[in-house]
């Protein structure tokens, strides 16, 4: 008999939290599903890059697809540019789609990921930043190539990223091809010149390392504008001119690009923007 797909998912967290769990000896495992899948997400958000046999790598990637299943994927050819900007005033707004959700389910040749100066991914368990989220989703490989991304630059094993750059790894158990790492200024008082030349900068390094990439199609999350206490208006006024100009710089590069919101109030901003009138 054909095993459900709930029970496929319970044998699957079974065996990865065996092997989680020996690394962290007197954790107790939770008795139902939820508990144990939120335990897994919390235990690979904590732990360090390091190895992982392909045995364990194997359980992983098929859960991990099996969830993304669940959640569907999310056809980024298949997406119409934003109602709001067809008869908008923007340059190149057909090229300009709004989406309002998890960026983790996009097709999108590239999604971008607001990372951390650390470049590994957030080790708050179960925080629900985008560079959580998108690290749970594509799995405990995605940690480890950043590791090594630095590693390789950074001998010493001594890091710090700067801001408004943008490095390119694989996607992993996600369905893009790729992820956009791209550090953010952090806004700790008034906002100033540099902040907005650095937002610049992340939107602008992003679109070019996609032209490198050969990618057709880019999703952004709203850079900076949680953890690192951008204004929201501001960032979006930013994101939409930075593309913009872009596109007019580079008219021969076809390329669709995703505004990826995940609240109400990003969404009725962008909306406002596309459509030609002041947030």
């Excluded at 993304?68 to 109602?83: C, F, I, R, S, T």
């Excluded at 999604?111 to 470049?119: D, E, K, L, Y």
């Excluded at 091809?177 to 937002?199: A, D, N, Q």
Aim: charged share 25%; aromatic share 6%; glycine share 6%.
């Amino acid at each position: 008999m054909k095993m459900s797909m709930t029970a496929r998912k319970q044998e699957l967290l079974d065996g990865l939290l065996t092997f989680f769990l020996a690394e962290r000896p007197g954790t107790e495992r939770p008795s139902s599903y939820e508990e144990g899948r939120n335990l897994l997400r919390a235990l690979l958000n904590i732990r360090a890059p390091r190895p992982v046999p392909e045995s364990v790598l194997k359980l992983q990637d098929e859960l991990l697809t099996l969830e993304q299943e669940e959640k569907g994927v999310m056809h980024v050819e298949n997406l119409p540019a934003a109602d709001c900007a067809l008869n908008s005033p923007l340059p190149h707004a057909g090229r300009m789609i709004l989406w309002k959700g998890d960026i983790t389910r996009l097709d999108a040749d590239a999604i971008v990921n607001a990372a951390n100066s650390a470049m590994m991914g957030c080790f708050a368990p179960l925080h629900n930043c985008i560079d959580n989220i998108i690290h749970s989703a594509a799995g405990v490989r995605l940690r480890q190539t950043c590791h090594d991304m630095m590693l390789t630059d950074f001998p010493s094993g001594d890091w710090k990223e700067p801001a408004g750059r943008a490095r390119a790894t694989p996607g992993f158990n996600l369905p893009c091809r790729y992820v956009f790492h791209t550090v953010g200024p952090i806004v700790s008082g008034p906002l100033r010149e540099e902040h907005r030349v650095l937002l610049t900068s992340c939107y602008t390094s992003c679109l070019e390392l996609a032209r490198e990439k050969h990618c057709r199609s880019l999703a952004f999350c709203c850079i900076s504008t949680g953890e690192f206490r951008f204004p929201r208006e501001e960032a979006a006024h930013i994101a939409l001119a930075a593309v913009t100009d872009w596109m007019n710089a580079n008219p021969q590069y076809e390329i669709r690009v995703v505004f990826d919101v995940f609240t109400e109030q990003d969404n009725d901003i962008y909306t406002q923007l596309l459509s030609g009138c002041s947030a």
